[in-house]
């Protein structure tokens, strides 16, 4: 693979990895928003990723596809008073656990520094390599 292919996947992978992270932010901007009465609550959202091929570079590089609601069960608190109570007095939540969401912010976060670690050193050995070049 030639230098600029792997500066061109290095990029994909950062700009999905900024995607992953502004869908987790969402996520925990949310996860204590309360549902208006008679409404479903915010839930969570997952990305989803894919490969596609880079027709006019020939390189495969990874995008976000969609994102897709999480169908795990909302949370429920009681709080009788709040006009969205059942019944019952409980209300539903976000499904949003946020220690979750700070995990897999985290591992966003590596990966997009893992592409930046290679375009980093793509352009010292492009650097180095230009420096030989000059001293022959």
């Known amino acids: 693979m030639n230098v600029f292919k792997s500066l061109l996947v290095a990029a994909a992978g950062m700009r999905t990895q ?10 925990l901007a949310n996860a204590n928003s309360t549902p208006e009465p008679g409404k479903a609550p915010y839930r969570r959202q997952i990305p989803t990723f894919k490969n596609v091929m880079d027709q006019t570079n020939g390189v495969e590089v990874v995008t976000m596809s969609k994102t ?39 591992d966003a976060q590596q990966s997009y520094e893992a592409n930046l670690n290679v375009i980093k050193s793509t352009q010292r050995m492009m650097g180095s390599t230009l420096d030989l070049l000059r001293r022959s």
Do not use: C, T, W
């Open 18 to 27: 900024n995607a992953r992270m502004r869908i987790i932010s969402q996520n």
């Open 68 to 106: 897709v609601a999480d169908q795990s069960p909302f949370r429920r608190k009681f709080s009788p008073g709040h006009p969205a109570a059942d019944e019952l007095g409980y209300i539903q939540l976000p499904n949003v656990n946020g220690l979750i969401e700070m995990m897999d912010m985290k």
